[in-house]
């Protein structure tokens, strides 16, 4: 089976400070995916990476950053956190390809508190 | 730009009762169309999934799906809901050779016994 890790089920954290999201699988795909995910939002993408080292901005990219530096962990930053990132962060990952074609594999989940 | 709608956000049924969620989405073209659940405490899973072919796609825990090209619908259905099944459910959308997924806002759904 896939597996897609997340670090932490729950974080609790300050405004301004730096924080780092993990994720990690174990099924060799090339293709990772952050989200946020909110009340009546859905989730909305907000970077994925097709390959180590690559990145691209999905559609809420503002104050967030990524960081692949192994196929098998992609890492979301939060560079100073905000009260307005509090939310659910999923990660995702999908074997190659044209990723709209394939099966997403979701973590768990990480929950941010922001105070 | 593709877009995706779920009319309804929460949706009551009793256990055993037959069950339709909503799905509307936008695109130029026929879509690849997605069904996730997500239920409590957990990431999402997925049900089913529609490319081509055969409109009535059927998927994992009983679950089937009728993509409707000319109401740009993809409605998902069960004929008797267990209590499990109780969760939110997300319908995606995603254009032939892109990278990205377009999910909807979602229906929570609740089962009463």
């Known amino acids: 089976d896939v597996k897609v890790t997340q670090s932490s089920r729950y974080l609790v954290k300050r405004t301004g400070e730096k924080v780092f999201l993990e994720c990690v699988q174990d099924?060799?795909?090339?293709?990772m995916f952050w989200y946020r995910q909110d009340p009546g939002l859905g989730l909305r993408l907000i970077y994925f990476?097709?390959?180590?080292?690559?990145?691209e901005k999905g559609d809420i990219p503002e104050g967030y950053s990524v960081s692949r530096e192994k196929k098998e962990r992609f890492s979301l930053i939060l560079e100073s956190a905000s009260t307005n990132q509090t939310s659910m962060y999923l990660c995702?990952?999908?074997?190659?390809?044209?990723?709209?074609?394939?099966?997403?594999?979701f973590g768990p989940g990480t929950r941010l508190t922001v105070l | 730009a593709q877009s995706v709608t779920q009319p309804d956000i929460h949706i009551t049924v009793s256990e055993g009762a037959s069950l339709e969620l909503r799905c509307n989405y936008s695109y130029g073209a026929t879509p690849y169309l997605f069904w996730y659940v997500q239920s409590p405490g957990q990431g999402l899973q997925l049900l089913l999934k529609y490319f081509s072919g055969d409109t009535l796609v059927q998927g994992i825990k009983g679950f089937e799906a009728e993509f409707k090209r000319s109401q740009s619908s993809f409605n998902l259905r069960k004929p008797s809901v267990h209590w499990s099944d109780a969760a939110e459910y997300f319908c995606a959308v995603g254009a032939p050779n892109t990278d990205k997924l377009i999910f909807g806002t979602g229906t929570r759904l609740q089962v009463f016994p």
């Open positions: 099924m060799d795909h090339e293709n």
């Open positions: 990476s097709y390959d180590v080292k690559m990145k």
């Open positions: 995702a990952s999908t074997i190659s390809g044209a990723s709209s074609y394939n099966e997403q594999f």
